[in-house]
């Protein structure tokens, strides 16, 4: 059996620890803007030769990633660069209001690709769904988890974890289990270790990107959701802000990283011809003119392709649950 991806996913795991330990800021901004826009447009092609992992035509997923993708980044882009008009502020605030019930509607959908076959099934569950979203939308919680973890922590950490776990339980590898176990001790092992923030000392234009494009925000969160902070401020050199920004710099840097050591298993990289390479190289390219000219225009241009990445993706992140629990299935006696 070839364990070569496995072995090379365990040295990933130790090399994305370490880094995130010596450089808990710029480790993430860098991946961030260096490896993110290279990873949603190589995903976003191998998903669209897998046709989504969608059950039905593939256009009507990519349509449903496209628009959601639009409405979750148009507010955003406009808040940040719009033309100051009240009809069309009103309308981007109504449309901010519910951008995350769009996400957790794209989730559902995914779901019940898996697992929904009849008609009558689907009329059920998205009427059930859209009652959910009604009152959920009103919640703080629901903000917090869909709008907030589900692009963030939950994608980059937990469905990379369940990747891993689907493709060890098919394999059986030895080397499978060990790298997610070590996945999952890192974090834990971030949490534990000695720290002394009298180590640290952070460049101030990495601190005001930091801030200035909100990625704060994530560890804030964390922390109240934890009940480890009431979530009203931020401080670098505080040790539970240390820990939370080595978190998300361990698991963005590894997310990255696997994906492009996967060309050794799903052999993404076969499906790029010429013109695909190039068109996905020029993207790239002119996402790092923008991030070098100004981060807050190339992140918020890059954006869009994240937030189209995470929904695309939300079919295949349900086929992997439904696997791991095939194959979790006591067999019949």
């Not at 019930?101 to 059930?128: D, H």
């Not at 790298?179 to 923030?197: E, M, N, Q």
């Not at 990625?215 to 934890?226: E, K, M, N, T, W």
């Amino acid at each position: 059996m070839n364990n070569i991806p496995d072995k090379l996913n365990i040295i990933l795991i130790a090399i994305s620890a370490f880094l995130a330990y010596l450089f808990p800021l710029e480790l993430f901004l860098i991946t961030y803007a260096i490896l993110g826009p290279l990873h949603y447009v190589t995903e976003i092609n191998w998903l669209n030769d897998k046709n989504y992992y969608f059950n039905s035509k593939k256009w009507l997923w990519l349509s449903i990633g496209i628009i959601s993708a639009l409405i979750l980044f148009a507010p955003r882009l406009y808040y940040e660069y719009g033309i100051r008009n009240n009809w069309i502020g009103e309308s981007m605030v109504f449309i901010s209001s519910w951008s995350n019930s769009v996400l957790f509607i794209c989730l559902l959908l995914a779901i019940g690709n898996q697992f929904i076959i009849s008609k009558r099934g689907w009329v059920i569950f998205s009427i059930t769904g859209l009652v959910f979203v009604l009152f959920l939308n009103d919640l703080e919680f629901f903000h917090l988890l869909i709008g907030t973890f589900v692009p963030t922590i939950i994608h980059v950490y937990f469905f990379t974890l369940i990747f891993m776990v689907y493709g060890t339980i098919k394999s059986n590898s030895a080397f499978g289990y060990l790298a997610v176990f070590l996945t999952l001790l890192a974090p834990c092992l971030i949490f534990v270790i000695p720290l002394d923030p009298a180590n640290y000392l952070f460049n101030d234009s990495f601190k005001a990107i930091f801030v200035a494009n909100e990625f704060y925000r994530i560890p804030v969160s964390i922390a109240q959701f934890l009940g480890l902070s009431d979530g009203s401020s931020f401080f670098f050199y505080e040790t539970l802000e240390l820990r939370l920004m080595m978190f998300m710099s361990f698991i963005y840097c590894y997310h990255y990283l696997n994906w492009f050591s996967k060309t050794t298993v799903i052999k993404w990289h076969r499906m790029l011809n010429l013109k695909k390479s190039i068109g996905i190289g020029g993207i790239w390219l002119g996402s790092l003119f923008l991030y070098y000219i100004d981060f807050r225009l190339g992140f918020l241009v890059s954006l869009f392709l994240s937030f189209m990445h995470v929904i695309l993706e939300f079919p295949l992140n349900m086929e992997s649950i439904k696997g791991i629990l095939v194959k979790l299935k006591p067999p019949k006696k």
